[in-house]
């Protein structure tokens, strides 16, 4: 999942002036940048997303086993 995610610069379009070119680099730096671009914080969420899919697979396992053990620990009366 990781491998498909990429951000595209998609600043494009503020013209050539210095003013439109610094916006169109600082809306390029938002999305594919450093520790708060969009890149950066999908690549976050894609972990905890990971993270806790995995834990409940887990609960699922750990779930099925302990109903086991306790209906086997169940004698009918």
Known sequence: MRS???????AQGFGTLPSGLALARKYSELAVGGPGS??????????????????????????????SEAAQHITPK
Do not use: K, P
Request: hydrophobic share 40%; net charge negative.
């Open 4 to 10: 498909t995610i990429q951000v595209q610069d998609f």
């Open 38 to 67: 969009l890149s950066t914080l999908l690549q976050a969420h894609i972990a905890i997303a990971s993270s806790l899919a995995d834990t409940f697979t887990e609960m699922g396992r750990n779930y099925e086993s302990t109903d």
